[in-house]
Nanobody, 124 residues
């Protein structure tokens, strides 16, 4: 069992930056692919980024590529999402997730564990 707790959300002006953290319990954090998703009001949950456990490869949604960076610190059992050049369209609840198996990591149903979410609001 893995528990995930996000933090770091808040209100920021357009063009600003935030860093989200996702603290994970469990001793095998390094064996999970970590993903970030977001859900805006009235919209479906959408993929943002993932970090593959084996080799650390990363993949981003086109909408955030070049602005967001996913990373992890295995010693701290924590994943991060650095968000730069934020836009009002980035406003959403951001969720981190952990996947223990294989699959399409851009799809939410391949993830086994989810955090409670953290609100990010970008004002214009």
């Amino acid at each position: 069992q893995v528990q995930l707790v996000e933090s770091g959300g808040g209100l920021v002006q357009a063009g600003g930056s935030l860093r989200l953290s996702c603290a994970a319990s469990g001793r095998t954090f390094s064996r999970y692919t970590m993903g970030w998703f977001r859900q805006a009001p009235g919209k479906e949950r959408e993929f943002v980024a993932f970090l593959h456990w084996n080799g650390g490869g990363t993949y981003y949604a086109d909408s955030v590529k070049g602005r967001f960076t996913i990373s992890s610190d295995n010693a701290k059992n924590t994943a991060y999402l650095q968000m730069n050049s934020l836009k009002p369209g980035d406003t959403a609840v951001y969720y981190c997730a952990a996947a223990s198996g294989g699959g399409d990591y851009t799809r939410a149903h391949f993830y086994d564990y989810w955090g409670q979410g953290t609100q990010v609001t970008v004002s214009s």
